[in-house]
Each structure stands twice: as C-alpha cells, then as structure tokens.
C-alpha cells in the first residue's frame, strides 16, 4: 500500500465520521420537528425533505455515488424515473375519473 | 472456469462484474420498496381518517433502532475501509459490530411486534397497521439477508482474503453496498409510519 493511498483512505474515514455525526444531527431533527404538531402538508414536506438530505448523505458517501462511473449514473437515473411515475400512480385517481375510469 | 471481470474492470462498462450486478439487484429493489410506498400513499390519501403514527406506534425505540442502523452503516463502511488499508483484524471487528447492531435491531423490532400484538393489534386490524407491518416486515426480512451475507465474509467467505484479497474487498463493498440501502430506506420509513 503506498502512502498516497494510505492517506486516501484516511481521508475517506475522516468523511464518513463527519456523514455520521451529521446523519445523528438530522435524526434529532427529525424527531424534533415531529413534536411540533406542524400542519400535515407541512410536516410531510419537512420530513420527506430531512429524509432526503439523510438518503442522500448515505447514498453519495457511504454507498460512493459521489464518484461512481457514468453506467451507474444512468441505470439510477432510469431508476429513478420509474420511482416516479410509481409514486405517481395514486395521484391519477385524485382527478376523478379523468384517468382512470 | 473462473468468474469472469470480478476484479479487473471491463472496457465496456467501465466496472466489475459485481459492482454493475448489486447496482441492478438495488434498481429492483427501489421499485419493490416504490411499489408498498405507492400503496401506502394511495390507502392514505383515500381513507376518511388517518391515525398519527405516534400514537399507535413507539417513537423512542423507532429512534434508538435508526441510530442502532445508521451506525451499522458506517462499521460497514469502516470495514470496507480497513480491507483496503489491508487491515484483516480490524475489518473483522468492524464486520462483527455491523452484524451485531443489525442483531440489536431486529432484537427492538421483535419486542416492538410483541408490545402490538399482546395489545391485539394486527395486520388485519386497520389498513395502518397492515401497511405498517407489510413495510417494516419486509424491511426485518432485508436486514436479516444482509446480515447473513455479512456473518458469511466474517467468517467461511473470508477465506478469499488470503487467496484473492483484491475479489474479496470487492465482495464485501457490495454487500457494503445492500446493507446501506437498507438502511436508506429505513430512514424514509422512520418519519413516514412512526412521525407522520
């Protein structure tokens, strides 16, 4: 192993102490804000989006999506839009009967 | 025959056989994990009431579980870590404790489902607790298959290491790689049933 690799990987640790602490961090809030009783569009909207930030820390830090090669990039992205159009789906029976008849 | 590009990284694809294979078997499992969050928004959206999850469901121990998970994910990774600064002893204790907190949460889930049905709350109850243990049962189902993975490259599958420490660094990043996704979707299940 040789010394420039060796601090790499020091530095990559020193990275995933940081996501960890910042990943406990965002748990608190998580359950803070919770113990406000927001309105449930809002308490929805704040949640999704500290879970958001959590995901997205263990997915480009731990999981390397930071600086992974492109073929993973695209699988994800037709990945993701298909999660999408998944989540969509009940959104089309809120129109009634314009979709789904 | 040997596996082929377990290691060495194909031109056309830029990675290893592997690394492309858990990424395909982790898109699968985002439209598994899609397909029960659709359901759920669905059955929610279309119900006349809707309880809290806090008041059906325990918050604390929900929450001592998340952190239990996400500091499984970074033994995981610290174990990944050690292989590559060629550090066998301390991969397998940080492989241990990943497997072992992965043990503590299942250990929580066990009483937290015991607590529900001893209070005669089931699936079959109301559509919130069906949707509550169809997701959080699946999820139990996911740690356990990572956790055997895991207790595998701790122990017989370790083997490789002396032979082929290149391959099994590699093996151990992709089962890396499925332990923390499982812990990506518990920190969307947390809010959603327990929070919201």
Do not use: Q
Not at chain 2, 85 to 98: D, K, S, V
């Amino acid at each position: 192993m040789t010394t420039d690799h060796a601090a790499d990987i020091d530095r990559h640790v020193r990275v995933y102490i940081t996501v960890f602490v910042a990943l406990m961090v965002l748990t608190i809030v998580t359950v803070s804000i919770a113990e406000f009783h927001l309105p449930l569009p809002i308490a929805v909207t704040v949640a999704l989006l500290v879970a958001t930030i959590k995901g997205s820390l263990v997915a480009c830090y731990f999981m390397h999506l930071i600086s992974e090669k492109k073929l993973i990039y695209a699988v994800l992205l037709l990945t993701a839009a298909f999660f999408a159009a998944l989540l969509a789906l009940p959104v089309l029976t809120v129109h009634d009967g314009f979709w789904i008849r | 025959m040997d596996i082929p590009y377990t290691v060495e990284v194909r031109r056309d694809t830029g990675l290893n056989n592997g690394k492309i294979g858990i990424w395909l078997f982790l898109a699968s499992e985002v439209m598994l994990f899609g397909a029960l969050f659709a359901s759920y928004i669905l059955i929610r959206t279309g119900a006349h009431s809707w309880p809290r999850g806090d008041t059906i469901l325990n918050v604390p121990l929900a929450t001592f579980n998340t952190i239990v998970l996400i500091s499984s994910s970074v033994t995981m990774v610290m174990a990944w870590a050690s292989l590559m600064r060629h550090r066998f002893g301390t991969f397998r204790l940080y492989m241990g404790g990943t497997i072992l907190l992965g043990f503590v949460f299942l250990v929580v889930k066990y009483f937290e489902y015991g607590h529900k049905f001893h209070d005669g709350l089931f699936p079959s109850t109301n559509n919130f607790l069906a949707i509550y243990f169809t997701l959080t049962g699946l999820h139990m189902l996911h740690v356990f298959g990572g956790m055997c993975v895991n207790a595998y490259f701790w122990g017989p599958g370790s083997k490789l290491w002396k032979t082929n420490p290149e391959w099994f660094t590699n093996r151990v990043e992709n089962s890396g790689l499925f332990w923390h996704f499982v812990d990506l979707v518990w920190i969307f299940l947390f809010p959603t049933l327990y929070l919201l």
